[in-house]
């Protein structure tokens, strides 16, 4: 599976944005897919994962904020943010793998170029 991440920008506090990772290949409504970001200097963390069967999880500083969801007719998961304070700047990730391995955070073979995200205070 392919993905590539986009939708990042800067937003003041408070603010909103919507995160996209479009997928491509044939495995993609099967594999979990996680949203992951690290800041810099900061190791990188679990965001939101999402099951091909739509569990979802979400990481305790994003919990009532962020929403994951799958959109399977399109390949694309959205990362929905609301209400960002400043330390959720960061490069955002997305990636594909066992229910497992996502949760875990790992081990990815790969991981691509991310979006930036800056929430200024």
């Known amino acids: 599976v392919q993905l590539v991440e986009s939708g990042g920008g800067l937003v003041q506090a408070g603010g909103s944005l919507r995160l996209s990772c479009a997928a491509s290949g044939s495995t993609f409504s099967i594999n979990a897919i996680g949203w992951y970001r690290q800041a810099p200097g900061k190791q990188r963390e679990l965001v939101a994962g999402?099951?091909?069967?739509?569990?979802?999880q979400y990481g305790d500083p994003v919990k009532g904020r962020f929403t994951i969801s799958r959109d399977s007719a399109k390949n694309t998961v959205y990362l929905q943010m609301n209400s960002l304070k400043p330390e959720d700047t960061a490069v955002y990730y997305c990636?594909?793998?066992?229910?497992?391995?996502?949760?875990?955070?790992?081990?990815?073979?790969?991981w691509g170029q991310g979006t930036q995200v800056t929430v200024s205070s």
């Open positions: 990636n594909s793998a066992s229910w497992r391995t996502v949760v875990l955070g790992g081990p990815f073979d790969y």
């Open positions: 999402i099951s091909g069967g739509g569990i979802k």
